[in-house]
């Protein structure tokens, strides 16, 4: 089981995670959470939701995040894989769910999740993280909170410097 | 120019810190090197042949003078007394120790320096025309674009992980001195018929092992759009750019498989869902940055000088000084000087700490305390006074930094190759110091005019032999080193890839064919063209056939 660690209200905390991540493979486990890639999820999400149960979607990072904007305002979370520690692309995906599709539920960091990219995930609108480096909730909010200043405007609405500035 | 406030500051102090931790971890043994090398290399800090190197950003290629002696004092204190100016604008120190790196680091940041971004998969150092603010040619100052971006890409939340680096170019002058149309981003500012700014955009172009000269895909960027435009153009590339092989990882692999045209309507679509209010600078500071480059205290001074024409006519050595390497500066009274890097036998790039600071002394007194770095390696004094040019020149002398050879033959551009780097197929400097010898006479070199000579190790093209009127390049015949030779190629506005002459030859021909097709070129040439002119004139056969010539 993976340490989940949840930011919120600017703290960073070890949680039980409610939620089980569910393989294509995997028969449906009888619990109230599940975590599903988006093909089972498009297969199996209405029944699901429709039984009450909370579900999230594990997003791929070539995966276009634009195929469930018609869903999330259903979805509990979208869990946004890192397959390999270089591959950027669930920073854009993260950003895009935030500041495009106004997405409020959890975005969820998975797979290669190591604490040297905390602040760079936070900034783009990441509020959970399963790290997969060892970090505990203090390093990895440490590692996050490195920087006093940031230089742009990103969805974690943080005031850049020009804004500092001003 | 553009001081760091305490902002800007805390923000290297944070970086500087984070680093020495990371430095702490591998020296205990708690990361691995295959977990340190990703962090390393954030840091500009590479592991080549013989030690580790260490870059440090130049933000656009301008430094001021304590920025300049605080260099000097790193390569004297923790390298071999020298550092290696890049063609992008940064320096290099070769010879540097794991464990000092993170205080040269703090010392670095004491001086508003850092190798943020100098390295890995992220938007590199922005490189600037080295003559800005003071070129007359200029329709803006392009620093000022260049601050901006430098501060929108420093850390970049979204684009730090992109499927390959990221290098982007600005200038804005229709004379090319940044070779924007090879970069992965070239930008050239222009005004419209109304005088509204804006910028050409060039995406894809880039050199390595597909060398292309990038497309326009915006001919007119509205310049206080600049940033959601350049955020669409990354976003499309960290989205679709391909991760599956590093060699067609660059964005212009992408511009090509799509083409130039579906390229720019993807960019125009997402740039249409681009909140612009959040997206782009707010004119205040854009205001404050622009302030900041437009202090230079510049005095009112005749347009002629008599000191200056007195010893031009007295002194040959200065006079052929102040035709190669002096140029006109938008002030009447004042010059632009550039320093070559490139003494005939001398490594291409590298400068010595005491010549260092020869230069840093001499901005301070007499260039307004500015000094900069050319992506062909050498250095430039931006703002000299006519009056003070005779003595700039004596000064320069004396250091071993008067070669008045600025885009002459001698004015090569060479990668470490194997001297240095694990990656090089055979050596590039040697090359480069043959080559140089044989326009050792500086008539001869004076007569020959403009030819840029640039020489890779490998196929990676860290000398851009591509973009060369004569490009050498490196490569591996069973074991031995060989040289392939190409013609007709430009990193200017007039941007073009240049040919291969033909089979490579064995390191001692090498400086021989560069003679001989330099006396070709001589014997065809019409009028003043430059031997670019002519090649693109006569074509290759000419030049192949005095080449090969022999081995027929
Ligand atoms: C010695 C250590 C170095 C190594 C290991 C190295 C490695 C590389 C590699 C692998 C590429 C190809 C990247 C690609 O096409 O995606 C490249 C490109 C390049 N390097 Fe280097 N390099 C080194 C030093 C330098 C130096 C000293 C310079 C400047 C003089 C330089 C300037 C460049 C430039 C301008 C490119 C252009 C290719 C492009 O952007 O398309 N590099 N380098
Ligand atoms: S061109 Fe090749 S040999 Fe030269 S520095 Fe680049 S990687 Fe090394």
Redesign the pocket.
Known sequence: MPTLIKLAGGAFAQVEDDFVHVTDEDDAPNVDAVILSLARFQAEGEALLAAGRKVGVRLESDQAVEDLSYDLPRLSVVAVAFPKFRDGRAFTSATLLRERFGYRGEVRAVGDVFREQAGFMVRCGFDAFEPSDGSTADEWGKAAKRFRHVYQRAADGRAPAFEERA | MYLYDALDKEFLADRSAEFRGQVARRLAGELSEDQFKPLRLMNGL?L?LHAY?L?VAIPYGSLNVVQARRLADIARRYDKGYG?????Q?I?F?WIKLADAPDILDQLAEVDLHAIQTSGNCIRNVTADPYAGATAEEVDDPRVWSEVIRQWSTLHPEFSFLP??F?IAITAAPRDRT?AR???IGLVARRDRDGTLGFEVIVG???????YVGPTIKEHLPAGRLLSYLQAVLRVYNRYGRRDN??K??I?ILVAALGAEEFARQVEEEWGKIDAARADLPDTELARIRGAFATTPFETLPATSAIFEANKAADPAFARFVRNNVKPHKKSGYAIVEVSLKAIGHTP?DATADQLEVAADLAERYSLNDLRVT?A?NLVLPHVKLDDLPVVHAALQKAGLATANIDLASDI????GLD?????NARAIPVAQHIAQKFADADHAEKVGELKIKISGC??????HHVAHIGVLGVDKKGEEFYQLSLGGSGAEDASIAQILGPALPADKVAEAVDTLVDKYLSVREGDERFLDTFRRVGMAPFKEAVYADAH
Not at chain 2, 413 to 416: D, E, R, S, T, V
Not at chain 2, 420 to 424: E, I, N
């Open positions: 590479y080549q190197m870059r290696h100016f890049t063609t992008r940064n290099q070769n390959r680096k290098k070779a090879v970069h992965d172009g880039g050199q390595g092992r597909t060398p590093i060699y990882a660059r212009k790039g992506h390696q551009i060479a990668c470490p240095y780097c694990a990656l090089a196929i990676n093209a860290c000398g851009h």
